[in-house]
């Protein structure tokens, strides 16, 4: 596989404060940073991913999405088939635990807003197993998602641009970063 450029985003998120982070790399060489605030709970995620990268001087390079689950600040949910649509680019979604269900659409529940919400859930395809992590995929098979997880995990299971926004995302809310 060529040496793409990869995103990944992830977040961190405290009271009404929130920050996704795109970490930008090739193959887990840091090449750059998207940076925006997102509402807690709320529905913009999406918008910001497109927007983030439709925006970057990257955007032609990016080969690959990596999500750090479809949840974003509490319960904005990621809406893999908008951002694909826009965009064109495959994405991973990545869970290094498998979701409780029951847990999640209980928690949705709470929301006016419950039956869109299951709907992006139930459109985020089926959870898989690969690599050692779980994974949704939109615009790509397993394949492609075992290339890439293996061309951007560099220790334990979590890729680079995963485990850096991350870290960058905590170190903004919380003033120092935190260990995923």
Known sequence: MKLWRVVGFDDSF?????YLVGCITCKDYVEGFLIDRIEVDGTDVSEK???LISE???KEQIRCILLSGLTFAGFNLADLDYIHDKLGIPI?????RY??????????KNFEDFE?????????GEIKSVYGVYVQLKGCDENFAEKILKLTVRKGKVPEPLRIAHL???ALIHKESKRR
């Open 92 to 96: 991973v979604v990545v869970l290094e």
């Open 14 to 18: 405290k009271g009404d404060l929130a």
């Open 116 to 124: 869109e919400r299951m709907d992006l859930i139930r459109n985020a």
């Open 56 to 58: 970057s001087r990257f």
């Open 49 to 51: 991913i497109v927007k």
């Open 168 to 170: 960058v995302a905590s």
């Open 99 to 108: 979701p409780d269900m029951e847990k999640i659409e209980k928690a949705l």
